[in-house]
């Protein structure tokens, strides 16, 4: 039996990783009295889930008591080599008296110690002047991470209910599709969001996918809508750049009538919604660099889908990915965006990547427009990294 000894850390990904790359039989945490009970119950069910290990078993220990350490420790080690154990201490995430006594007991049988580097995913074994080691005796397994399984971990669960359909993701036609609406929206900055908002109130389908308006009834709207698409010279040239695209078919807009067809169902439901583009084109460039991405992510804060008569709290992150061990959250912000809506989408972010993604988690602000620099600094404070995504190289 092969018997991994760590401290149960804060960081969910600290007391796995060990596991997802090693085949464990058995894991013993040593860990303080205060642990909640969620979160190693989070972490066992994803060690026997996914890692295959067989057995969990925490045992607290005192806070300040060394020599209560070193007994609490020294009767689990000695009960496994009456089991005929191979043992292995792992510090990864451990704290001070913990260590101390992890050092001391490694020295005194002769038991290989190592650490994980989570951020580079690598491991790095500790001398103890002699040959045993992980890495040569036990045998390799890899779990990667994928966003169920490392949100499983950190107690959550994704409510994939409330998943959108335009949001499910990979289809390549669509995301080449995607790619030529973000070219439109970004020559367009100032008038995308007014031009879909302009759409979905005034020129809903009248059938299937297709949109026949009266120029009189659509001159009116333009009119009476006080916005800068007051005349049909910028709707027409963003309905015939997206007709060049092949988004919109059989577009025309001459003899006094605006007639067109979306490509399809989901064509429509990303023009109809402004800041889908931007998500989308998001979602899209982190596809090309990460193991797993979500677009349009609702994260249950305790694990638990209610039905109809609960009431679950949720957020909703634009865009998540995992690379690695490191999941990065993402917000997108197409338009103007006041200080309080600046301000509320920082704190917003910090919120869900601290209860979902731990002190390893990547928080990012995709932005449409610049960000002042008080805002900008404000970013840097809370380790949030901006983002401008204008039309750019990126899209070409």
Known sequence: MVVVYEFFSNEAIENVITCMHFKVDKVVFFEYYD??????????????????????????LPANDLQAVLKAMENEIRYELDQGARFYFDITGGESLILVAFGMLAREYKA???????EKDRLIELDSGFDAAVSRELETQEVKLNLESFIGLQGGVINWRQHKGIKGGGDPEFLEDVTKIWRIAGKYTD???????????????DQDLSVDKPASQVLNALLTS???????????????????????????????NYHFRFKNQSIKECIWEGGSI?????????????????VG??????????????????????????RGNIPTFISCKSGNMSTQQVLHALYELETVASRFGGKYARK????????????????VEMGVEVRPLFLSEESS
């Open 112 to 118: 290989p110690m190592h650490i994980y580097d989570i």
């Open 35 to 60: 642990v909640r009970r969620d979160k190693k119950e989070n972490v066992k069910r994803f060690l026997e889930r996914y890692c295959g290990v067989q057995t969990v078993v925490f045992q607290p």
């Open 297 to 322: 992510i609702h994260l249950d804060w305790d694990g638990v889908i209610q039905d109809r008569r609960g009431i679950d709290v949720l957020n909703e992150i634009d865009v998540l990915s995992i």
């Open 364 to 379: 990012v602000l995709v932005t449409a427009r610049e960000l002042g620099d008080v805002y900008l600094e404000r970013a």
């Open 278 to 294: 931007l998500e989308l084109y998001t979602f899209k460039l982190e596809m090309e660099t990460s193991q797993d991405c979500g």
């Open 191 to 205: 008038y995308w969001n007014l031009f879909t908002d302009f759409l979905r109130k005034n020129m809903v389908p």
């Open 226 to 256: 006080h916005t800068k698409l007051h005349t049909p010279a910028m709707l027409n040239s963003i309905l015939d750049e997206l007709a060049d695209e092949g988004i919109l078919l059989d577009v025309n807009h001459r003899y006094g």
